[in-house]
C-alpha cells in the first residue's frame, strides 16, 4: 500500500545558538487531521521545533514541505503565502490591545487577504462564535479573562483558513480553571479535522486526544508513538522517566 501524503513534512530541521545546537535534525511527517503533540521538558526544543516550521525563527539547516510542495524560504513570496497557509498560537496571545475581539479577527482578514470590510466582519464573527466568544466581539483584550484572549487568537489564526495550525503551549499563561475551556476548543478543531502540531505539558489531554506524541529532550526527537505507547510501553527510559515524573507532578491535568 502507498504511503500516504502528509500535509506537513519537516526534515533535518536543526538551529544552533553560538556553539549551542538547540535543535539537532527534527524530522516529523503530520498527515491530514492529525493532532500531533510534542512533549519534554522545557528548554527541550519544542518551541523552536514549532518556531522553525513556521520560519520565525531561521533554522541553519532542515527543510519543510506542505502538501508536497517545498517551502523555499528566499522566495518571499512564496514564503508569504506559506505563513498564512500555518496558523500560528502563541502562549502570550499577541493580540493588539486597542483593537476589540473582532477587531483582532477582521485586522488581518482586510489587510493580508484583502477582503472587504462587511465579508471581514461576518467572517470573524463565524469565526468567534466557533470558539464560543460571540457575547464577546465588542470587548477590548484588557475586559478579557486569558482563557478568552487565547480563544480571540485561536478565531483570529482560523480565520486565515489555515491547513495546519501550530500551538505552542497555548495554555501555559493561563489560570489553570481557564486551560479546560481553551482545551476544549483545541479538541473541538481536532474534532472537526484541522491538522495541528501542539506542544504542552497536560498529559491527560496528550494521552487522551494525540494521534502521535513526539518526546523531545535537548533538541532531539527521542522518541515518537501512540499515546498508549509513549504512556505505557516507551522504549526510551527518558521517556518514562519524564511522564512518569510529570504526571506525578501534574496528575493527568
Known amino acids: 500500500m502507498a ?12 538551529k544552533r545558538y553560538g556553539q549551542k545546537e538547540v535543535l ?8 491530514e487531521g492529525e493532532l ?3 512533549i519534554g521538558p522545557s528548554g527541550g526544543g519544542k518551541s523552536t521545533l514549532l518556531q522553525c516550521i513556521n520560519f520565525l525563527v531561521i533554522p541553519d539547516e532542515g527543510r519543510v514541505w506542505l502538501r508536497g510542495e517545498e517551502i523555499i524560504r528566499s522566495h518571499k513570496r512564496d514564503l508569504y503565502a506559506y505563513r498564512q497557509k500555518v ?3 502563541f502562549q502570550d496571545f499577541n493580540l493588539f490591545d486597542h483593537l476589540t475581539a473582532l477587531g483582532n479577527v477582521t485586522i488581518g482578514l482586510e489587510r493580508v487577504k484583502g477582503m472587504a470590510k462587511g465579508a471581514a466582519r461576518e467572517k470573524a464573527i463565524a469565526e468567534l462564535e466557533r470558539v464560543d466568544l ?25 480565520a486565515m483558513d489555515p491547513e495546519v495550525m501550530l500551538l505552542d503551549e497555548p495554555t501555559s499563561a493561563l489560570d489553570p480553571e481557564l486551560i479546560s475551556e481553551v482545551l476544549a476548543v483545541i479538541e473541538n478543531l481536532r474534532a472537526n479535522g484541522m491538522t495541528m502540531v501542539m506542544s504542552t505539558h497536560h498529559m491527560g489531554f496528550a494521552r487522551e486526544v494525540a494521534d502521535e506524541i513526539v518526546f523531545l529532550e535537548d533538541g532531539c526527537i527521542l522518541e515518537t ?10 522504549e526510551c527510559e527518558r521517556t518514562r522517566e519524564f511522564c512518569s515524573k510529570i504526571i506525578e507532578l501534574y496528575g493527568n491535568a
Open 87 to 89: 496558523g500560528m498560537i
Open 225 to 234: 508513538g501512540s499515546p498508549d505507547k509513549i504512556f505505557s510501553h516507551a
Open 134 to 158: 460571540r457575547d464577546h466581539i465588542n470587548k477590548y483584550p484588557a475586559q478579557l479573562s486569558g482563557g478568552q484572549k487565547q480563544r480571540v487568537s485561536i478565531a483570529r489564526a482560523l
Open 24 to 31: 539537532k535534525e527534527a524530522s516529523l511527517r503530520v498527515n
Open 36 to 38: 500531533k503533540i510534542l
Open 3 to 14: 504511503e500516504k501524503e502528509s500535509v506537513l513534512r519537516v526534515e533535518g530541521m536543526t
